[in-house]
């Protein structure tokens, strides 16, 4: 049935991945439910980000263009997160998931009571022409090719208003009769017939919107021939707006020209593609760095971020492109002037010197050590020979807002580097430093990335990571992984894609410290490819958190480097780690939740900085933070004094995007104290929480 009587009164149609940045995503919200048609890295981070629009418990049905990796590598990522306010989800795409699900699943037990409904829709169904959605606002149907998909959404009718003075010639009063009418049943009324005609106002016609993916000329070609313009698919409905997914080659080409030309020039088009001018969308984040680039610009460098002025007749055209995230296409109600609007000004250009500004006023009466270097542009890490770390993600469990989950580099001045763990979106938060015309040249010198445990938020970036290096290098990659990721790989390659040219993989139990001969020199003793130049020497640790998991001592331009991965206290780190010059510790959770840091085996800031200490760590770096903890880590509030002394002179808290050089370490441990007087509220709130917490657990105590 076309007609509602429960049509939303708001639906938007909004872009979360225009294709720059983000790969094309679209998600449709009702007043009920939200649609979502593709989820590739970063999705749910763009929802987390803009939840003021967007929720993600909303999100009950995910379509999928097609099986390539792109538009589903940030759907397992996001099933982990949805476990928690979800029962079930119902995804739509080719047949190729039941394998790629298989493979996922020992990923997903956090997730095992999540009911994963599967409707295959691609030409091998034989009824993918049925309506997959048919519920008040919408009927969904797809219409696959050899290549991929595309989904018809048609808006179904609304129902007319009732009129009120109609109802009072025809003496009805509010009640049971009335709402037939609008159900659009007709009712006896003391005697007479009335139909619904009789009291509501005109119906408000719902038009069709298509989303589509021409990845190619081929696919092109069967679109084109197989539904020309999809006349029959759309139920005598206007094609008010179709989204293209495809490449500027497909987009220019004549035969794309030819194909737009048939359309109903009152049909609007709306392209998402690569060469998108615009990769803002994470504000949060972007916002933050700004700050942190005020109060020391040498450690914390502007973000390589596309952006620029938009222009609102940009969006009257029949064309519409390089459009900015968060583009939204109001659905529902009509407007008078276009349908289109941005929803976040953001994401087209943040005004850094206001954002600046802020941050000079938290901090102006703060005396930095040396001023007149405060705010260069990470200038001291160009003139730096020491060995360099850039943090790329400082979050644990699941992207936020301010902190993407975990990726640490590793780099020299010759740009050779290694990873130490790859979350999801690792190669965004790449871009987003290094520039999208720089992140070839660092991936091309990327020398070993190394995979801590098979927690998702720990490697869940990889296969991307592969993938975008292998369009670049040749030369295989060394990865130093548990055995479950190795055989998930493996699986991978055999069932997705093959990947298995582009990288080599040594388990990390070859490594384990207590395997390590007395009269080994170097990482190259255990037969790593020669071409791994930057590490003089490497092991690996058991620690205690699941199975399979590793800390890692590496020695890299003469400094030795421990990272814990997820950890709680371990006797075999702290030995291989001792006298390092800097030590990466996971800080989960503050100390007054100490019993939930035990449960789920992680350590609190306390303990991590304890590790540093007692080792002789030069240095100790905290990161793996809660969310809770998204903008400052409240180290100030440890109440141990005995740690005191080594937190002002040796604690460095990371954020993302953080790099540090060696010969500058000292400085950056100085950065405490501005960086907790600009987020002296956001610590004052967390401290207000810790009391009342604490309080709580006084009184059910004493219950």
């Not at 030819?258 to 709306?270: A, E, G, R, S, V």
Request: aromatic fraction near 10%; proline fraction near 3%; charge should be negative.
């Amino acid at each position: 049935m076309m007609i509602s009587t429960n049509v939303s009164s708001r639906i938007q149609l909004t872009i979360l991945g225009n294709g720059a940045l983000f790969q094309p995503s679209v998600i449709v919200t009702t007043e009920k439910i939200n649609y979502l048609f593709n989820c590739g890295e970063g999705t749910q981070r763009m929802i987390i980000e803009h939840n003021k629009h967007l929720k993600l418990s909303k999100i009950e049905n995910i379509f999928f263009t097609s099986s390539k990796y792109e538009n589903w590598s940030g759907f397992f990522g996001f099933l982990l997160t949805v476990s928690d306010i979800k029962k079930s989800i119902n995804f739509f795409g080719p047949s190729k998931f039941k394998n790629i699900i298989e493979i996922f699943r020992p990923f997903l037990y956090s997730a095992e009571h999540l009911e994963l409904n599967h409707i295959i829709n691609d030409v091998q169904a034989t009824d993918w022409n049925k309506n997959l959605i048919d519920d008040d606002d919408f009927v969904i149907k797809s219409l696959p090719t050899d290549h991929s998909i595309a989904y018809v959404l048609l808006a179904k009718d609304k129902v007319g208003k009732i009129c009120i003075e109609k109802c009072k010639k025809l003496k009805l009063q509010p009640g049971p009769k009335l709402a037939l009418l609008k159900k659009g049943e007709s009712i006896d009324h003391d005697g007479s017939i009335i139909t619904p005609d009789q009291v509501l106002g005109p119906t408000e016609k719902g038009n069709a919107f298509i989303i589509l993916e021409c990845l190619t000329i081929d696919c092109l070609k069967e679109m084109f021939e197989k539904f020309n313009t999809f006349t029959q698919y759309l139920d005598d409905k206007d094609l008010e707006l179709i989204v293209h997914i495809t490449t500027e080659e497909v987009k220019n080409s004549s035969l794309h020209q030819k194909w737009i030309q048939q359309f109903d020039p009152n049909t609007k088009h709306l392209f998402l593609t690569d060469k998108n001018h615009y990769d803002l969308g994470l504000i949060s984040s972007s916002k933050l760095q700004i700050i942190l680039n005020s109060i020391d610009g040498r450690f914390f460098k502007n973000l390589e971020e596309k952006q620029r002025n938009f222009f609102a007749d940009d969006f009257k055209r029949s064309i519409v492109e390089n459009c900015p995230n968060m583009t939204t296409y109001n659905i529902r109600p009509v407007r008078k002037d276009s349908q289109f609007e941005l929803l976040e000004p953001d994401c087209c250009r943040l005004e850094s010197d206001e954002i600046k500004n802020q941050a000079f006023d938290a901090i102006n009466h703060y005396e930095f050590p040396i001023n007149d270097q405060k705010l260069d542009n990470g200038t001291i890490h160009d003139r730096d020979e020491s060995p360099r770390v850039l943090f790329l993600g400082t979050g644990s469990s699941c992207p936020g807002k301010q902190r993407n989950t975990s990726a640490i580099m590793i780099r020299n001045a010759s740009n050779r580097s290694i990873m130490l763990d790859c979350g999801e979106s690792t190669i965004i938060q790449m871009n987003r430093y290094f520039g999208s015309k720089n992140v070839a040249d660092v991936l091309a010198n990327l020398e070993l990335i190394f995979i801590s445990h098979f927690h998702a938020d720990h490697h869940f970036g990889l296969i991307k990571l592969i993938k975008e290096r292998s369009k670049i290098s040749t030369n295989p990659i060394t990865i130093i992984a548990p055995y479950l990721i190795i055989s998930f790989l493996n699986l991978f390659d055999q069932q997705v894609e093959n990947l298995s040219n582009y990288y080599r993989c040594y388990p990390c139990e070859d490594f384990l410290y207590e395997n390590a001969d007395d009269d080994r020199k170097n990482a190259n003793d255990f037969h790593l490819p020669s071409s791994l130049q930057l590490v003089d020497d490497l092991v690996t640790v058991n620690v205690p958190h699941c199975f399979e998991s590793y800390g890692i001592v590496v020695s890299v331009g003469g400094e030795k480097i421990a990272y814990s991965g997820d950890s709680m206290y371990s006797d075999a780190f702290d030995f291989a780690g001792k006298d390092c010059d800097l030590l990466i510790h996971e800080a989960t959770m503050n100390d007054n939740l100490l019993k939930e840091a035990n449960a789920k085996r992680h350590s609190t800031i306390s303990q991590a900085i304890e590790v540093g200490r007692n080792i002789g760590a030069k240095f100790t770096v905290l990161t793996h933070f809660s969310q809770r903890y998204a903008k400052m880590a409240p180290i100030n509030l440890i109440k141990d004094p005995s740690l005191a002394s080594y937190i002002e002179k040796n604690v460095i808290i990371a954020f993302d995007f953080l790099q540090i050089s060696f010969n500058h370490l000292d400085e950056l441990v100085a950065l405490k104290k501005p960086l907790q007087i600009y987020f002296k509220e956001e610590i004052d709130k967390m401290q207000n929480l810790i009391k009342k917490r604490d309080l709580k657990r006084k009184i059910m105590s004493s219950i």
